[in-house]
C-alpha cells in the first residue's frame, strides 16, 4: 500500500506545482498585455507626430515653391 501512496502524494504534488506555474504564467502574461498595449499606445503617438511634421514640412516646401516661382 506504500508505493501506491508515494506516487498519489508525487501526482499531487506535481499538480500542485504544475497549477502554480500556470498562475505565474498567467500573470506574467497579463503583464506583458498591458506592455504591448502601453507600447501600442506609444506608436500611435509617434505615428500622429511624425504626421504633423510631415505636413509641416510639405507646407514649408509648398511655400518655397511658390515663393522660387
Do not use: W
Not at 499531487?12 to 498595449?37: D, Y
Not at 510631415?54 to 515663393?67: C, G, M, P, S
Amino acid at each position: 500500500m506504500k508505493p501506491h501512496l508515494n506516487f498519489i502524494y508525487i501526482v499531487i504534488l506535481a499538480g500542485l506545482a504544475i497549477f502554480a506555474i500556470r498562475i505565474q504564467l498567467m500573470g506574467q502574461m497579463k503583464v506583458v498585455e498591458q506592455a504591448l498595449a502601453n507600447q501600442s499606445a506609444a506608436v500611435e503617438s509617434l505615428r500622429s507626430d511624425i504626421g504633423t511634421i510631415t505636413a509641416f514640412l510639405n507646407e514649408r516646401t509648398n511655400v518655397r515653391v511658390e515663393i522660387s516661382r
